[in-house]
């Protein structure tokens, strides 16, 4: 694996083998996105699992992935001739946000690099993704503006308390 400094990675064997495990599972239960009360039910009980953590993880990407391809990703890639139209339309957007909302009620016991802090941090981040101006929506409106403010702060404390608790890795 490459990273964005050019340094060639090595996986570790166990979390290729965990990530691997965590996707079939998120594919099985997860057919049309949606978690259903046992599943959520589940997840709650194994809540100090890696497992549920890699889980969560993997759903939070997820989230972020449709909102890059739904408002970022070239209009040519969604197969539209007419530029006019293209903003989401606002169910798709208070859908997704409610996505996200349950996302982080969900989530797992803090483990390993999955801190409270993380999870907010990754909750701010794509809050501040969807709402932000972006080339599918240029003109967002004032609500999506203030909680993209708002967003963007919390953001900014969270780098900020885990600069200070050392969870913050920086590579040279």
Same mark, same amino acid.
């Given at each position: $694996?490459?990273?964005? %400094?050019?340094? &060639?990675?090595?996986?570790?064997?166990?979390?290729?083998? *965990?990530? /691997?495990?965590? =996707? +079939?599972?998120?594919?099985?239960?997860?057919?049309?996105?949606?978690?259903?009360?046992?599943?959520?039910?589940?997840?709650?009980? $194994?809540?100090?699992? %890696?497992?549920? &953590?890699?889980?969560?993880?993997?759903?939070?990407?997820? *989230?972020? /992935?449709?909102? =890059? +391809?739904?408002?970022?990703?070239?209009?040519?890639?969604?197969?539209?001739?007419?530029?006019?139209?293209?903003?989401?339309?606002?169910?798709?957007?208070?859908?997704?946000?409610?996505?996200?909302?349950?996302?982080?009620?969900?989530?797992?016991?803090?483990?390993?690099?999955?801190?409270?802090?993380?999870?907010?941090?990754?909750?701010?981040?794509?809050?501040?993704?969807?709402?932000?101006?972006?080339?599918?929506?240029?003109?967002?409106?004032?609500?999506?503006?203030?909680?993209?403010?708002?967003?963007?702060?919390?953001?900014?404390?969270?780098?900020?308390?885990?600069?200070?608790?050392?969870?913050?890795?920086w590579s040279e």
């Amino acid at each position: $694996m490459i990273c964005n %400094t050019g340094r &060639t990675v090595k996986p570790n064997a166990d979390f290729a083998k *965990l990530f /691997s495990q965590a =996707q +079939d599972t998120l594919e099985s239960q997860e057919a049309n996105d949606t978690v259903t009360d046992d599943v959520a039910r589940q997840e709650r009980d $194994m809540n100090s699992s %890696t497992k549920a &953590t890699a889980l969560h993880h993997v759903r939070i990407r997820r *989230l972020q /992935s449709e909102i =890059q +391809d739904r408002l970022y990703c070239p209009i040519y890639h969604l197969g539209a001739d007419d530029v006019s139209d293209q903003t989401p339309p606002i169910e798709w957007f208070t859908a997704i946000t409610q996505r996200l909302v349950t996302w982080r009620r969900q989530a797992p016991a803090p483990i390993g690099f999955c801190s409270d802090t993380w999870f907010d941090l990754n909750y701010h981040i794509t809050l501040t993704l969807l709402n932000r101006p972006s080339p599918r929506n240029p003109k967002p409106t004032k609500e999506s503006l203030r909680v993209t403010r708002q967003a963007s702060s919390a953001v900014m404390r969270s780098y900020k308390e885990m600069l200070k608790t050392g969870r913050v890795n920086w590579s040279e």
